[in-house]
């Protein structure tokens, strides 16, 4: 079974803070690896999505990195604000169809 | 507007007694897919239906079923629900199969088997 394992599990942070997210995943072949927000009782919405060829990929305040390599990917949140407050989920396709998803990191933003 | 809806959104209900969650888009997906989220468990895959007709198991397809009579509509099917049932559920949709492109959820369905 492919894994997707994230890191930390959970993150506190001050109001206008930067901070990264980690996301490694294991096996492959590699498809295309996603971000995703979650607010709490929510359905997740997409942050962005790379393919093998990309190796970054920004939605505002949000910068997604990946590293085909070493098989890591990074979400950058920048100057955080309190409605950043959220799980955020790595969801890796492997082979094109099969979804893994990793079990979230929880952000919480405080003034 | 573009989105996938699911209903209910809340149900409470008793061990054994059949229910049906829908999930509706309208945008035309080919892909639609069911989720359950669990606390320290993550999001993880019921079924799944590439197209009209096309139906198949995801990581925890037990107790569940699924049917895809039109492309818009993709009902979760709980024949006689368990306590184990008792989850987030989500529905989401997107235009392909091959998870090229952005895959939106619906608005969860908390259900609660007593």
């Known amino acids: 079974k492919n894994q997707v394992e994230q890191s930390p599990q959970s993150l506190i942070i001050l109001e206008g803070k930067n901070c990264t997210l980690q996301?490694?995943?294991?096996?492959?072949?590699?498809?295309?690896l996603r971000w995703y927000k979650q607010d709490t009782g929510r359905g997740p919405v997409s942050l962005t999505i790379?393919?093998?060829?990309?190796n970054t990929k920004s939605n505002g305040r949000y910068t997604a990195t990946l590293d085909a390599d070493t098989k890591q990917s990074s979400l950058h949140i920048t100057a955080s604000q309190l409605s950043d407050s959220a799980s955020y989920i790595c969801?890796?396709?492997?082979?094109?169809?099969?979804?893994?998803f990793g079990k979230g990191t929880s952000l919480l933003v405080t003034p | 507007e573009a989105q996938v809806t699911q209903n209910p959104r809340y149900l409470i209900t008793v061990t054994g007694k059949k229910l049906t969650v829908t999930c509706s888009q309208n945008?035309?997906?080919?892909?639609m897919s069911w989720y359950r989220q669990d606390p320290g468990l993550g999001l993880r895959q019921i079924y799944y239906?590439?197209?009209?007709?096309?139906?198949d198991k995801g990581d925890v397809p037990e107790g569940y079923k699924v049917s895809r009579k039109e492309k818009r509509n993709f009902p979760l099917i709980l024949e006689s629900p368990s306590p184990n049932q008792t989850s987030l559920y989500f529905c989401?949709?997107?235009?392909?199969?091959?998870?090229?492109?952005?895959?939106?959820f619906g608005p969860g369905t908390r259900l609660t088997v007593t």
């Open positions: 969801v890796v396709t492997f082979s094109g169809y099969a979804l893994n």
């Open positions: 989401a949709s997107s235009l392909s199969s091959d998870h090229l492109y952005e895959q939106y």
């Open positions: 945008m035309n997906h080919e892909y």
């Open positions: 996301c490694n995943y294991t096996v492959s072949p590699f498809s295309n």
């Open positions: 239906s590439m197209n009209v007709e096309v139906t």
């Open positions: 790379m393919t093998f060829s990309e």
